[in-house]
């Protein structure tokens, strides 16, 4: 990954960005809280969301995409095959992980700082730690500190582009 291509991927020629949160939807991972975050941002025409995974939670995130009026932007694919995966990856600008055991780290986590992606993590632990400092960090379960995160990183293509680069 070149600086050049990522400031590409940081700089969608739509004006759109992409946030992709992935992974196996169980309530203790926190899909929900995205949602609830990306409710409280305004301006939400300049953005799109991907939820990709399937689990217990995933009607329940379904749920409270319609109870928000999310439709239009929220895109629940449900599980994909790793190929599909891969190209959400690269369609997107920033990866969100909103809830994690402190102790753990993640492989996703590292396929998308590999990809030039942009990453917000709970602070503390294994993921702050496996992302070297770079990541945008949030409170661990304040759904309004994930959306100022969210937020931030979606105005400012050069943070998102110095973060990615740090990755």
Request: hydrophobic fraction near 45%; aromatic fraction near 8%; include cysteine.
């Amino acid at each position: 990954v070149t600086a050049e291509s990522i400031a590409r991927k940081q700089n969608p020629t739509n004006g759109v960005v992409t946030m992709l949160c992935a992974g196996r939807m169980l309530r203790e991972k926190g899909v929900d809280m995205v949602v609830k975050a990306f409710a409280m941002m305004p301006r939400k025409e300049r953005y799109r969301v991907i939820l990709s995974g399937s689990g217990p939670a995933f009607q329940d995130v379904q749920e409270l995409v319609a109870q928000h009026r999310l439709e239009k932007y929220v895109y629940l694919p449900g599980w994909v095959e790793r190929e599909k995966l891969l190209g959400f990856f690269k369609k997107s600008q920033i990866f969100i992980f909103p809830n994690w055991w402190l102790a753990y780290g993640s492989v996703a986590l590292e396929e998308a700082m590999s990809m030039g992606l942009a990453s917000i993590i709970p602070k503390g632990g294994a993921l702050e730690w496996l992302s070297g400092g770079t990541a945008r960090m949030f409170t661990p379960g304040d759904v309004a500190d994930l959306a100022r995160a969210m937020q931030e990183l979606g105005e400012d293509a050069k943070l998102r582009t110095a973060i990615a680069s740090l990755g």
